[in-house]
């Protein structure tokens, strides 16, 4: 219990001071906003609090009515309030939580509690009002502070969804940070493919050492790349104090105190940050971490959209250049065709062959289209329209160029090494496909090694198939030597045997959802089969993985091709059915059947061909176009002819790789295909080959 206050020497609590002017005192002083309004809703008294709260100097506030600090939209039933309130006046206090809203002289609005006290009751015709502005609370002011988070993290949501160019979203997104976490600086940045730089994207109220589209190196011991490597956010508290981090003089001559930087990921993936900085010391809360977490994700998501738009938008681009260099192909291969066989035939002539500049006109020319068809080939191969097609393959050579173009685009954490002798022999295989199978397997090395290791190249003459492999050919007691051996090692995590097992198998992968197809290895695998080869895998959990690819080489096939050409002779008097539509095409395959011996009907069209069968006509050999025009297809021809003549050989053509992909996949083994343009000797090698396929089914 407290005593009464000890009375002054002249015997009163006040020492002789004038009890109204310590109201007055306390009226003046009192932190609350203080009015006093009349039966009429005049303000007679103010205090100098309410004056800063609502914006109007103390003099005029003095003498307005008090409906005008009433928000416009409230106004005509405040008026009704007051009037109730006026018949009956009670005392109201402060805490009753309703959510009232002052009108401020500049039309702004602000959050207030409001304590009324009724004078009737001391003869007066007043009411005291008691203001107070709730953002002044701590709980409130920290709630009010999570509405305006939630609001600016709305606005960016809405602008992920509407925006189409993710370069707008990495304008926005520092502006609005800056705004909400009012601060000076924001930055975007994304880490560049070589992850030893970072590429600022978008910014604001920037430093002149990080403009907008500027590299920045991606240094150990800063906050920026700490939260890349670390995937978690970075606060400082004071850039003076901080010493975990190098600290840019920069930051400091900027008078900058504090910093927060979060990472921005793509599907578990860390590819940059976002920081924000501040002139304020210990500027950031948990709140803060939040609300700019919240907001990294959601430009993540949306540079996420925009590449998967990109991507399919390529993809879709890319199938319309592949149906458009297919379609190319096919009539630029014809035209090919008709010049490469023409040239044959003329170098060929007695009136040429003895002429050595005549010679070298021709031998020109036919250099000419041989660069005009492989152009073809490049051009399919872009569009992945290619049929497989062997030939020797510098392994050694293709490893040392694989090897150079990784070392600038993997992460520089991975060491590469080539372990390829001068002796190595020469492989055949289609070049592109192979370099495509060894891409493949050193980005899956890539991926299994994300703090870097060493990947390595090997290859090796291999005397003899490894014994576990042999089972997986037609003969697996017969001779399994002449292999090269090309092996990709890398020092990553690994694979248990229940994923090793299954590898190979089509769409099967570890990775998480949206980083892989489960294709990769499974291509691989079909490739190496389809060029006659095996493919093994040595890996366990922490100790690394070894993919081998045995793929056929140079000198074992060579006494194979020997063989193949003196094979390749076409026995004389063979009848053949030629079926193409385009007549020049036709003369020039004609004139290379009649020089091969051959006895020819020659149609344009598939009806044609069957009513020959039908009236007699004796054929050995059917060789048509894939694309007849309107009709019947060749391989729809090939069908029926060989239902209707079982013992007929069927020998494909085709200018148009897509159709002989088809082909391939759906024809029958005993048939042939041969890609436009071709020569003489490969029509020849053709014939032989469907011929001596037949005799051994027959």
Known sequence: MKSDPAPRPDGSPLGGIDAQTVLRALFAASTDALIVADERGVIVLANPAAAELLGYPLDELIGLDVDILVPDAIRMNHGAYRAAYGRNPRPRPMGTHMELVAKRRDGSEVMVEIALSPLQSHGLPLVV????????????????????????????????????????????????????????????????????????????????????????????????????????PVAVEDYRTERRYAVPPSYLEADLRSGLTVP????????????????????????????????????????????????????????????????????????????????????ELPAVADDAYGQQLVAAATRAARRGAELTGKLLAFSRRQVLQPRPVDARAMLGSLADMLRRTLDQRIRIEVDAPADTPAVVADPGQLESALLNIAINARDAMPEGGLLRFAARACDMLPAALRHEFDDPDGPHAGFVE?????????????????????????????????????????????????????????????????????????????????????????????????????????????????????????????????????????????????????????????????????????????????????????????????????????????????????
């Not at 960016?156 to 600086?185: K, N, S």
Request: aromatic share 4%; charged share 20%.
């Open 129 to 232: 009002a008691a203001i107070r502005d709730i953002a002044a609370y701590p709980r409130m002011k920290q709630a009010l502070q999570r509405a305006r988070y939630s609001d600016h993290l709305a606005q960016v949501g809405r602008l992920a969804v509407d925006a189409r160019d993710a370069q707008v979203l990495l304008q926005r997104v520092p502006e609005i940070a800056t705004q909400a976490l009012a601060v000076e600086i924001a930055v975007v940045y994304l880490l560049e493919p070589n992850g030893i730089e970072f590429r600022v994207r978008g910014g604001i109220g920037m430093l002149p050492d990080e403009g907008i589209g500027e590299l920045v190196p991606n240094r150990p011991a800063t906050s920026v790349a700490d939260v890349v490597a670390q995937g978690r």
């Open 264 to 347: 921005i990921s793509d599907r578990g993936r860390v590819t940059g940050a976002l920081a924000v900085r501040s002139r304020t010391t210990r500027h950031f809360g948990d709140d803060e971490l939040r609300f700019l977490d919240a907001l990294a994700n959601l430009l993540a998501s949306s540079l996420q959209r925009a590449q998967s738009e990109e991507a399919l938008g390529h993809a879709e681009r890319l199938e319309s250049v592949g149906q458009l260099t297919g379609g190319i192909a096919h009539d630029f291969n014809n035209l090919l065709t008709v010049i490469q066989g023409n040239l044959q035939v003329l170098e």
């Open 486 to 698: 090309l092996s990709i090692s890398d020092s990553g995590t690994g694979m248990p045997d229940a994923v090793k097992e299954r590898a190979f198998e089509p769409f099967f992968t570890t990775k998480e959802a949206g980083r892989g197809t489960g294709l990769g290895l499974s291509t691989v695998y079909g490739f190496v089969k389809q060029s006659h080869g095996a493919v093994a895998i040595d890996s366990a959990p922490g100790a690394g993985t070894t993919l081998t690819l045995y793929i056929p080489s140079r000198k074992a096939l060579a006494g194979t091709d020997d063989a193949g050409t003196s094979g390749d002779a076409v026995p004389p008097g063979l009848r053949v059915l030629l079926v193409e539509d385009d007549a020049a095409v036709g003369q020039v395959v004609g004139t290379f059947l009649a020089a091969l011996g051959c006895t020819v009907t020659a149609v344009s069209q598939a009806e044609q061909a069957l009513i020959a069968i039908d009236g007699g006509t004796l054929v050995d050999v059917l060789l048509t176009d894939i694309a007849l025009g309107p009709g019947m297809r060749g391989t729809e021809l090939a069908t029926e002819a060989q239902r209707r003549m079982p013992t007929l050989a069927i020998l494909l053509m085709s200018g148009y790789p897509a159709e002989l992909l088809e082909a391939d996949r759906d024809a029958p083994p005993s048939w042939e295909l041969l890609q436009k343009p071709f020569s003489r000797a490969e029509l020849a090698r053709g014939i032989a080959r469907v011929i001596g396929e037949r005799r051994a089914g027959g």
